[in-house]
């Protein structure tokens, strides 16, 4: 039977500038309508406001410790038991780790109003990176109601 979708995995090419498969998988999920040069230059320009402002570090590592920093460990799934839905607490796997750190450093770019996307995104990044800022809070949000459900982890089978 056909896939509905080609696995990201094995057609993703490394960014050209850094040569970094991180980087590549995060300017395909910054672009809107194929537009991957445009993707491309907010990305870069978000690195080198990053360059100016830690200009003791290499922007790249800040963008991958950003992203570390972000990754979940831990989330909540709904599980229907007997006619009742329970928040059951669960491991993360490592591709979801990465997709919704991405995900949620995207979206605390995008929420921020009034600015180009690449400073938006540099702040978000650098934010990220020192343990602050929106995608740092959304997942300890995730965090606290794993722990807050942490009664219901024997219903995770």
């Known amino acids: 039977m056909a896939r509905k979708f080609t696995a990201s995995k094995t057609h993703l090419r490394p960014d050209p500038r850094y040569g970094s498969k991180l980087a590549g998988k ?3 999920c910054v672009m809107h ?4 040069s445009v993707a491309q230059r907010i990305f870069y320009d978000a690195m ?12 790249v590592d800040v963008f991958t410790r950003a992203v570390e920093n ?3 460990i831990i989330e909540v799934r709904s599980k229907r038991v007997g006619g ?5 607490p669960m491991q993360v796997n490592k591709t979801r780790q990465q997709t919704l750190a ?7 770019a995008r929420e921020k109003k009034g600015r180009p996307m690449a400073v938006k995104l540099a702040d ?4 990220a990176f020192n343990r602050e800022g929106i ?7 995730v965090h606290r109601m794993a722990e807050a459900n942490k009664a219901f982890a024997h219903f995770a089978w």
């Open 26 to 28: 995060f300017i395909n």
């Open 135 to 141: 995608a740092i809070t959304r997942r300890e949000n």
């Open 102 to 108: 991405i995900r949620w450093l995207l979206m605390a």
């Open 84 to 88: 009742a839905t329970y928040q059951v």
């Open 33 to 36: 309508n194929g537009k991957k």
């Open 124 to 127: 978000e990044l650098v934010a």
């Open 48 to 59: 080198e406001l990053i360059q100016k402002r830690l200009p003791n570090d290499e922007p």
């Open 70 to 72: 972000v990754k979940p």
